[in-house]
């Protein structure tokens, strides 16, 4: 694990990354904390980071036990499996990986169940590829609608995770992300706010600002490369 004075200088260099790119836009940056442990998550949160953004429910309650999460708001960012879904709704301040109407409805009714509102981003196949999570583009306006009449829910805008292939090579996908957030914002659905546009990762966070995004996910350069073979 890096040091958390590492993890600060981190930081505070996406942020001056981020400020020219984002041309006076506020962009909050979501540190992407999966495989990095309670110490890293917190000095990410001390050195102020907008929130933290888990990508296994096991792995997220595991870190929340401890309390890792303290003064942050939480987000799930990964493939939500239906049968987490009572794990992470009204713990999740922000579900970013919504990406299927079935998912969609099973956030709805638990969340009726403890009488809260769960708010969510819808996320985005952008690049039409087989194995990605995602609802198609073109689908959207059928998810909104159906999210439009669930009272357990608020959509609160979209999400996608591109090709990995440069932030160059991604341009056009973020620019059809801006495209949807605009034609499916205003005042087009009830109970639906467009607020958040998240794209951009590590590889490619300045060109997701350049072409609209207002939240960013990082992991990588806060944290340092993910030590895959330590895993399990
Ligand atoms: C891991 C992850 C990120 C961050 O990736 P980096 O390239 O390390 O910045 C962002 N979003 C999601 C959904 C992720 O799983």
Do not use: W
């Amino acid at each position: 694990m890096l040091a958390a004075e590492t993890i600060a200088e981190n930081v505070g260099h996406i942020r001056r990354e981020i400020e020219a790119a984002a041309d006076g836009r506020r962009v909050l940056l979501v540190a992407a904390t999966k495989m990095n442990d309670a110490a890293a998550v917190r000095a990410a949160i001390a050195a102020g980071v907008d929130a933290c953004g888990e990508n296994r429910v096991q792995e997220m309650l595991e870190k929340d036990a401890v309390g890792a999460y303290a003064g942050a708001p939480l987000h799930f960012i990964g493939h939500l499996q239906r049968n987490k879904v009572n794990k992470v709704v009204g713990r999740a301040d922000l579900i970013q990986s919504v990406d299927s109407a079935e998912l969609l409805e099973l956030i709805d009714r638990r969340a009726q169940a403890m009488g809260i509102i769960q708010n969510i981003l819808i996320e985005i196949n952008v690049g039409g590829e087989q194995q990605k999570s995602g609802i198609e583009p073109e689908e959207l306006p059928d998810i909104l609608k159906t999210a439009s009449e669930c009272a357990g829910v608020r959509v609160r805008g979209l999400m996608c995770v591109p090709p990995a292939v440069s932030g160059e090579e991604n341009r056009d996908n973020f620019a059809k992300m801006k495209q949807l957030f605009v034609d499916n914002g205003g005042k087009k659905y009830d109970n639906i706010s467009m607020d958040f546009l998240s794209m951009g990762m590590t590889a490619d966070f300045a060109e997701a600002i350049r072409q609209g995004a207002n939240m960013v996910r990082i992991g990588s350069a806060i944290f340092g490369a993910r030590d895959y073979s330590a895993a399990h």
